[in-house]
């Protein structure tokens, strides 16, 4: 079983920043793949980004240049840093690894 707890979420002017965090559960973060979705109403849930246990990292093409998927095999988390934000970017974002999703933290891209 795999715990993930979303955390950094919040209402932003365009251009602004949000970083976005995501706490593992499990010792075994180091080997995991973690990645980042986002959900907005009617729509399906959207691949963000995605890095991997060995370090590969994947993009959207929609955020390419503006976000960053890092993280932190000490303590078991991963971040998106989010810049140059836009309005489009709005939605509820997701952090995932296999089967294991969290809650959810609602992103807000508005003046």
């Known amino acids: 079983q795999v715990q993930l707890v979303e955390s950094g979420g919040g209402l932003v002017q365009p251009g602004g920043s949000l970083r976005l965090s995501c706490a593992a559960s499990?010792?075994?973060?180091?080997?995991?793949?973690m990645s980042w979705y986002r959900q907005t109403p009617g729509k399906q849930r959207e691949l963000v980004a995605t890095?991997?246990?060995?370090?590969?990292?994947n993009y959207a093409d929609s955020v390419k240049g503006r976000f960053t998927i890092f993280r932190d095999n000490a303590k078991n988390t991963v971040h998106l840093q989010m810049n140059s934000l836009k309005p489009e970017d709005t939605a509820v974002y997701y952090c995932n690894s296999m089967t294991y999703w969290g809650q959810g933290t609602q992103v807000t891209v508005s003046s």
């Open positions: 890095i991997a246990g060995a370090g590969s990292i």
């Open positions: 499990r010792s075994i973060f180091n080997h995991m793949t």
